[in-house]
């Protein structure tokens, strides 16, 4: 005898956690509203090239590998973090982007922790209103002892030390790779150095043969800037138009070694540009890997909920009693008084300290 609809919504009327009970028509009508609403703030993207409805920031979002945090109100500062430590970076109902810190020891002191990992997990809301993850994205830095086999005769991200994954898969090889339950895309290829994107206080060294970078907190151009010419200005533009140039006649972009690479990530919502760089450590002898990232476009509907976690407390600007802001002070800046309250279990960890 199939069962009365009417006795079974009752009951999840009472029991509104009960597994397998149909949505209410307030809760089908909810839905509806929200996937509206998801349609009408991305209506104007194109399936090609997925550009997004982006917001003007005042300062472009970012987080330098060494690890240096870019606010969205002109706040420049540093987060200790400690060696293999994931953290919160940005909190909203939509999404979780983390990083993961990583130490090298043959660095000088205070100078030695990297960013070595950034994860992006998007939410949406299923069938029954409850949020549920759509896509998780991970990239990590591995070691030596950790380098897929097949790396070693073949191309691969960073030539082995970048490994992707997508919704746990993991993928070594550069390519152009879709995000199909939101709508979107990851390209990730090896980058000739020179065309690495700039840091905004970024300084290559004199020797035009080193691997040896510097960076300072003197102000330059904003990050925000460069994402507006495009790519932005390069470490070194004359040099990598002309690897461009190879690259465009060959159509060889993904066959490219390489210790340095760039991934983009594409959706709807948000877009990340992420950078992967190396160090031998010859010269100073500070061998490490990192990687520096940005938010490079996003959409009303992120701008207009509520951020927390690192980044996520940088909207809005604080002041010392005299009005001046707060703009590297990282113990005023952020509401979360120890680098452990930003702290997640994992790389798609959700809950922290701070935001409880």
Same mark, same amino acid.
């Given at each position: 005898m199939e069962p009365n609809v009417n006795e079974e919504q009752s009951t999840c009327f009472r029991r509104k956690d009960a597994p397998g009970c149909p949505p209410t028509a307030e809760e089908l009508a909810a839905l509806a509203a929200e996937e509206a609403r998801i349609a009408e703030d991305t209506r104007t993207e194109s399936e090609e090239d997925f550009t997004v409805q982006s917001r003007s920031f005042e300062q472009e979002a970012a987080v330098n590998g060494d690890p240096l945090f870019m606010g969205l109100k002109g706040q420049v500062f540093k987060f200790d973090g400690r060696d293999g430590a994931w953290y919160s970076n940005l909190s909203t109902k939509d999404l979780q982007w983390n990083l993961r810190f990583g130490q090298y020891k043959s660095c000088p002191s205070e100078e030695d922790m990297f960013v070595t990992g950034t994860s992006v997990t998007f939410y949406r809301k299923n069938f029954y209103l409850k949020s549920e993850m759509s896509h998780s994205i991970v990239i990590k830095v591995t070691d030596q002892e950790h380098i897929p086999p097949h790396c070693l005769s073949s191309v691969c991200l960073g030539n082995g030390f970048l490994?992707?994954?997508?919704?746990?898969?993991?993928?070594?090889? =550069?390519? !152009?790779?879709?995000?199909?339950?939101?709508?979107?895309?990851?390209?990730?290829?090896?980058?000739?150095?020179?065309?690495?994107?700039?840091?905004?206080?970024? !300084?290559?060294?004199? !020797?035009?043969?080193?691997?040896?970078?510097? #960076?300072?907190?003197?102000?330059?151009? %904003?990050?925000?800037?460069?994402?507006?010419? !495009? #790519?932005?200005?390069?470490?070194? =533009?004359?040099?990598?138009?002309?690897?461009?140039?190879?690259?465009?006649?060959?159509?060889?972009?993904?066959?490219?070694?390489? +210790?340095?690479? %760039?991934? +983009?990530?594409?959706? =709807?919502?948000?877009?990340?540009?992420?950078?992967?760089?190396?160090?031998?450590?010859?010269?100073?002898?500070?061998?490490?890997?990192?990687?520096?990232?940005?938010?490079?476009?996003?959409?009303? #509907?992120?701008?207009?909920?509520?951020?927390?976690?690192?980044?996520?407390?940088?909207?809005?600007?604080?002041?010392?009693?005299?009005?001046?802001?707060?703009?590297?002070? #990282?113990?005023?800046?952020?509401?979360?008084?120890?680098?452990a309250d930003y702290e997640v279990d994992g790389e798609l960890g959700v809950e922290f300290a701070s935001n409880r």
């Open positions: 490994v992707l994954s997508i919704d746990g898969k993991e993928i070594t090889e =550069p390519g !152009d790779y879709a995000l199909q339950n939101v709508g979107g895309r990851i390209i990730a290829h090896n980058t000739y150095a020179a065309c690495s994107k700039k840091w905004y206080d970024f !300084d290559k060294s004199s !020797d035009e043969n080193s691997s040896k970078v510097q #960076r300072q907190l003197g102000r330059g151009k %904003t990050a925000i800037e460069y994402i507006l010419n !495009d #790519r932005g200005q390069m470490l070194n =533009p004359s040099d990598c138009q002309k690897w461009v140039d190879s690259r465009v006649a060959y159509d060889d972009l993904f066959e490219q070694g390489g +210790h340095w690479a %760039t991934i +983009h990530i594409e959706t =709807p919502l948000i877009s990340f540009h992420i950078e992967y760089r190396q160090n031998s450590g010859e010269q100073e002898g500070c061998d490490f890997k990192s990687i520096d990232a940005w938010i490079s476009k996003t959409s009303q #509907r992120v701008m207009e909920g509520k951020w927390k976690g690192i980044l996520g407390e940088t909207r809005k600007r604080k002041f010392y009693a005299d009005g001046t802001q707060i703009l590297n002070d #990282r113990s005023m800046l952020l509401e979360g008084g120890k680098d």
